[in-house]
């Protein structure tokens, strides 16, 4: 059974750091685009980094500069470092996994940025 699984999320104050790790079993994701999502209430799910199976990052405007995605391909494992983060990147994130067949998600973890 393929699964993505999230964590490291929580609280935080304004300004302070987190590190989201995704967990990918079942099969490898060597080859996928892999990508971190979030969603908060009320709002539509939106793209905020993603990678490319040789490692290429790419990131929305709004968390450039201060997020890092990166991955460890002999761990199956994909990281989002979140510095400087701000109240309006509260949301819960997803861990997306994109392969030429299909696409995963994970459960989502909730990250909560107190002002």
């Known amino acids: 059974q393929v699964q993505l699984v999230e964590s490291g999320g929580g609280l935080v104050q304004a300004g302070g750091s987190l590190r989201l790790s995704c967990a990918a079993s079942?099969?490898?994701?060597?080859?996928?685009?892999m990508g971190w999502y979030r969603q908060a209430p009320g709002k539509q799910r939106e793209s905020v980094a993603s990678?490319?199976?040789?490692?290429?990052?790419n990131y929305d405007n709004s968390v450039k500069g201060r997020f890092t995605i990166s991955r460890d391909n002999t761990k199956n494992t994909v990281y989002l470092q979140m510095n400087s983060l701000k109240p309006e990147d509260t949301a819960v994130y997803y861990c997306?996994?994109?392969?030429?067949?299909?696409?995963?998600w994970g459960q989502g973890t909730q990250v909560t940025v107190s002002s």
């Open positions: 990678i490319t199976s040789d490692g290429s990052p």
């Open positions: 079942g099969r490898s994701f060597s080859d996928a685009a």
């Open positions: 997306h996994a994109q392969t030429i067949w299909r696409d995963y």
